[in-house]
C-alpha cells in the first residue's frame, strides 16, 4: 500500500520540470525551437518549403475533386495541417496535407452520404433537404453537404488517432506490414486512376461506389464513350505528353538537379489561361473549377448526428493515415539519425486532422511524393512547413479566384500523374517473388481486393491474410536435422551443408518456430520423418511381438497339460514367430530437440514435449532439451 501510495505521488507530483517535460514532450517545436540555426537551417527551410507550396497548388486542387469537395478545402487541408504539424511532429521530413488514397476513402464516404440524403450529382438544394445545415443556421446545398460529412468524418479520424496515440497503441502499425501498404495503395492507386477518367474523357457518369464500383465505372465509361468532350480529350492528352515526360525527367537527374521542375504548376497556369481566353466552358461545354472563393469561412462545429454512420467509415482511414505517417516517419528518421517516436507522431497526425475540421478541412495524412520532395530539396526542420502554408495563404487571400478556368480534365491529369508511385510497384513484384513468395501473394491480395472489391474491404481482407501467412509460416516451419562441423562443436543443417559428421545413436533435431497449438500435428509428423522413427508404431509392434508367445504359450499349456513338456518345446520352435513380427532394431538411443528457435510454448505444445518424451522412453531412446530459454525452462519446470 505504502509503495502504490508513493508511486502515485510522484506521478501526480506538479513540479515546474514535469511541466516542462510534459510539454516539451507534447509539443517538441519547444525542444528543437530555441536551438534552431537561422543562418545554417533558414535557407533550406525556405527553399524546400516554396517548392512544396508550389506543387502543392495543383494537387490541393485536383485532391479536392477526388474526396469530392469544392477546391478550396483542399486548399485549407493543406494550409491548417502544416501549421499544426510543425508544433507537435518528431520528423523533420515528413510534409502532410492530401493524400491521394485517404482521398478517395473520404469521397467514396461523402457519396454515399449525398446519395442517402437524397443529392444526386450536380444537384444544389433538393426539396426534403432545406433543412440540412451545417451549423444549424440555414439551408444547406450538396457543396455545404458534402464538406459537413467531410469534416465530421475528419473529426472522428483525428480523436481515432489521438486516442491510440495517448493509449501508447502505435506498435499496431507493424501489423501493415510493407508488402500490405504496398499492395493497397497500388490498387487504391487504380481505383483512383478510373475514378478520374470521366474527367480526362469529359463524361458525365454516375461515381460507382461499394462492391465491384471498379469494374462498373469502366463498363459505364465503354457505354457512353461517344459522349466523349474532345476539348477535355485533347486537353487531358497535351497534357499528359508534357507533364509525364517532364516528371521522369526529374526523377532520372533529380541527383543532378538542385530543385525539380514545377511542371505540374505551369501547366495547370498555361491550361488556365488558354481555356479563359478560349472561353472552353461555353464554347465547348468543357468542365471547370468555378468560382473559387477568398479568404477564410467562420469555424463550425461537426454535425454530432453523423457521428453513428461514420464511426466505422473513420476507422481505415484513421489506420492507414497514421501507418502512413510513421512509417515515412521512420524512414526519413533513420536516414537522417535522429529519433522518431511513433505514438507522438500519430498524436500530431490526429491533431491535424482534428482541429482542422473546425475549419472546413478534411482527413489528412503524411503524403509520400511531397515528402520526398521535401527532403530532396534541403529542408532541415519544419520550419519549412509554415513556408509551405505561407505559399499557400497567398493562395487563399488573393490568386484562387484566378483558377475559376481551370478544367477538370487538367486536374484528373494531375493526380493520375502522381500516382505514378503506386503503379510502379508492379515492376517490383518479380524480385518480390524471388525473395519471398507469401510476401507476393499478400501483395496481389490486397491489390486485387482493394481494386475489384472496395478500398476498405480489400484493407482488411489484406490484413486478414497477412496474418494468415504469419500463422501459416508458424504452422508448417523449416525443421532440420543436425550435424557437426568437423574438429568444432557447432551444429548445422544437413540437408544444406555437405561434409557433417553425425554422432552414432544420436539424433539432433531443430523445430525452427515455437511449439503451439496450431502446429503440434506437424511437429510430431515431421520428427518421425525426419528420424525415420516412429515411437507409436514401434511401440506397437513390441507389443504385438511380445503378445504372440504368451498367449501361444499359454495355450499350449491348456491343451497338452502338463506332462508333455518335450512337445510343448518342438511345438514352440516349430512355430517361432517370422521375421517381420520380431521387434524391429533402432538405430539411435537418444534424441536431443533444439529449442534455440523456439521464442514460446503454450500448454498445447508442453504436453506435446510431454507426449514425445513418454512415447520415445517406451521404445528405450532417451530424448533431451536443448537450447531452452528462460521463459520456456520456467514452463518445463511448473508444467
Known sequence: KELILKKAREVCTCSHQTITTFLCR??????????????????????????????????????????????????????????????????????????????????????????????????????????????????????????????????LVGLYQILLGVLQLG???????????????????????????????????????????FILTWVDLFRYIQNTNICDLVTSLVALAIIVPVKEINDWYKEKMKAPFPIELLVVIVATVISHYF????????????????????????????????????????????????????????????????????????????????????????????????????TQTQISGLVTSLVLLLVLLWISPLFYSLQTSILGVVTIVNLRGGLRKFRDTPQMWRLSKLDTVVWWTTMLSSTLITTEIGLLVGVCFALLCIIFRTQRPRATLLGRVSNTDIYEDQATYKQLSSIANIKIFRFESSLYYANKDYFKSVLYQKTGVNPVLLAAKHQRVGAQPNTETGNSRSFLGTGFDCLKQTKERAEKPPADARPPSIDMHTLILDCGAMQFIDTVGLSVLKETHHDYKKIGVQVLLANCNPSIRHQLREG
Not at 507534447?26 to 525551437?33: C, E, S
Open 171 to 213: 506498435f499496431v502499425a507493424v501489423y501493415l506490414s510493407e508488402p500490405l501498404l504496398g499492395g493497397f495503395v497500388t490498387g487504391s492507386s487504380l481505383t483512383i486512376i478510373t475514378s478520374q477518367m470521366k474527367y480526362l474523357l469529359g463524361l458525365k457518369i454516375p461515381r460507382h461506389e461499394g462492391v465491384g464500383s
Open 279 to 378: 472561353n472552353f466552358e461555353e464554347r465547348y461545354k468543357s468542365a471547370v473549377c468555378g468560382h473559387i472563393p477568398t479568404g477564410f469561412r467562420k469555424p463550425t462545429l461537426p454535425d454530432i448526428s453523423l457521428f453513428s454512420s461514420l464511426a466505422v467509415d473513420a476507422l481505415p482511414i484513421a489506420v492507414i493515415g497514421f501507418a502512413m505517417t510513421v512509417s515515412l516517419a521512420e524512414i526519413f528518421g533513420k536516414k537522417h539519425g535522429y529519433t522518431v517516436r511513433a505514438n507522438q507522431e500519430m498524436i500530431a497526425i490526429g491533431m491535424c486532422n482534428l482541429i482542422p475540421s473546425f475549419f472546413y478541412c478534411f482527413a489528412s495524412s503524411a503524403a509520400l511524393t511531397k515528402t520526398l520532395l521535401k527532403e530532396s530539396t534541403g
Open 26 to 155: 507534447l509539443f517538441p517545436v519547444l525542444d528543437w525551437l530555441p536551438h534552431y540555426n537561422i543562418k545554417t537551417q533558414l535557407p533550406g527551410d525556405v527553399i524546400s518549403g516554396l517548392l512544396v507550396g508550389i506543387v502543392t497548388i495543383p494537387q490541393s486542387v485536383s485532391y479536392s475533386l477526388l474526396a469530392s469537395q469544392d477546391p478550396i478545402y483542399g486548399i485549407y487541408t493543406n494550409f491548417f495541417c502544416n501549421i499544426i504539424y510543425v508544433a507537435v511532429a518528431t520528423s523533420r521530413h515528413n510534409c502532410v496535407g492530401s493524400f491521394g488514397v485517404l482521398c478517395l476513402l473520404v469521397g467514396q464516404c461523402v457519396n454515399r452520404h449525398l446519395r442517402l440524403a437524397g443529392y444526386s450529382d450536380g444537384s444544389a438544394l433538393l426539396p426534403g433537404n432545406a433543412t440540412s445545415t451545417s451549423n444549424g443556421t440555414g439551408a444547406c446545398d450538396r457543396s455545404c453537404y458534402a464538406i459537413t460529412v467531410a469534416l465530421s468524418l475528419s473529426f
